[in-house]
Structure formats: C-alpha cells, structure tokens
C-alpha cells in the first residue's frame, strides 16, 4: 500500500475532473474531493459536481455528504478527509485529492491554522459593534482589511467574522495571508502534488463556456428547486457564485443578462483567487495543460519516478 497522496489541484475550469479520473483508473486510486461547495447535496450543476457517469469511472469521497442548511467548517471537512483517506488506504487502494480549495487542500496535508491566541477584551469590543450595529457592519469592515476572507465567510456568520476580524486587529495581517504563510513543522501526510494551469486568456473563454454549459443543462432549475425547497437564500453555500446572482435574477434584482455577466465575472475572479493562493505554496508542481500534450503520462512518469 502507498501511503503518499496524489493530489492534483487548481483552478476551476481547468479540466481536473477528467484528468483524474483517469489518473485514478491507472493507479487503483479513489478520488477525494477537494472542494468547498461540492460537499453540499442538490448542488449539482452550479458546482459542477461529477456526473454520475463520471463517479461510476472513479470512486469519489466527499460529494454529497452535508444538508445545505448545515454550517460546515475546514475542521469539519478535515475529519471527513481523514476518514476517508484511512478507509481507502486500508483497503489497499491510492488516495488522489482533487479540487481547488486551497485551504482545504492545506487543512488535509498541514492541519489547522489557529493564528494568535483569543483576546477576550477585544472579543467583548467586537461583539458590542455586532449587536449595536449588526454582523453586517462588521462583515464590510472584514472585506476592507481582508477582501479573501470575506468571501469565504458568510456575513451572517458572527463568530468567524469576528475571529478573522481579531487575528487583523492583533497581527496587523490578513487572516488569509497568515493561512497561506503558515509553514507547520510536520506535515500530517506524504504527498506529491500538481497544479493544472494554462493561459490566463484560454482560462477564461473555458470559464465562460462552462457557464453556458451550466445554463443550458438546467442551473436556474436547480436553483429554483432549492428555493422551493424551502432553503434559505442566506445559507452560505447558496450566497456562492453561480447561485447568488441567480437568486438575484429569480428575485428581480437584474436582468437575466446581467446575472449570467456577474456569474462569468465571478468565476473569473475565483479562478484568479485559487491561482494566487496555489502559487504561494512552493511545493505544488506547476504543469501547463497547453504545452503538456499528454497530463496522465507525465503525471505518472513523475509519481513512479
């Protein structure tokens, strides 16, 4: 049993998905997800889950596993990881971690950032802004020190809003930007890792067509079933690009054209979030999908090097 993991990460849109699916028909491998909304059941298209046909080619962990209704944290998804990344092994089987969520990638091969202890004074201060003004005031006060963090922590989320706002107040740092210094001593796994990437320009047509591919395969059904469903438009996983500026739409807040522009913009923007943190971690190697005819060989080549 190879107790190394095969992670192959990077943007969305990439082609990841195709790619690992047959690096891990070669390797006798089982994909675990590394991403932060495909964990959710019913968000199908908009997260552009493994099709069924494609999760029947390769076995995949970690799709499908929570209500969207549920919080879920890093420390959640790294359990789940750890779980499953023992139930594989022990069945003799490769692990291959795949996605573009770097901070879960990290959370699975590094462990937890915690950042500077509590400060119960500042806490109290913070708390006091909170109830006095609202979350809301505090959320645009954390996306002015640390836009990353905001958009990975929902407004309505109190409590991470005022851990990231107290690790800014008291290291003068970003939380995200200490997230992606941080160097433990020991890493929790062996692994070996890649980074798909290619032209910026070649990214975002990509982008732009999955999109449309996404519309056209029924992404504003999906989103209206959830809301008949009952779900909250508040809930984190639904305030993520590809379902907000639907719910939007669906709200008559804009027009179909100018949600489906937001949409491709907002992706673009993720994408370009994903490879800024990627290139900070010096232990990915970087494999360009245009001047790499063959992905799968050259991956395997180097895994059996």
Known sequence: MNARLICLLGPTAVGKTEI?????????????????????RQMDIGTAKPNPEEQQAARHHLIDCVD????????DYQRLADTAIADIQNRGKRVLLVGGAGLYFRAIVDGLF???GANPAL???LEGEAAQHGVDVLHQ???????VSADRIHPNNIIRVI????VYELTGTPMSVLQQQWHPEKQRYPFIAFCLTMPRALLYRRIEQRVDIMLANGLIAEVEALLAAGYSRDTVALQSFGYRELIAY?????TYMEAVAQLKQNTRRFAKRQLTWFRKDTRLEWI?????PDVVAYVLERIER
């Not at 006060?141 to 836009?147: F, G, I, T, Y």
């Not at 851990?163 to 107290?166: D, G, M, S, T, V």
């Open 20 to 40: 690992a699916i047959q690096l891990a028909q070669r390797l006798n491998a089982e994909i675990i997800s590394v991403d932060s909304r495909q964990i959710y």
């Open 68 to 75: 969207i209704s549920q919080s879920f944290s890093v420390a």
């Open 114 to 116: 915690e950042g500077p």
């Open 123 to 125: 806490r109290e201060r």
């Open 141 to 147: 006060r954390l996306r002015a020190c640390d836009p």
């Open 163 to 166: 851990r990231a706002l107290e």
């Open 250 to 254: 669906l709200d008559g807040e804009c």
């Open 288 to 292: 360009d999908r245009e001047s790499t």
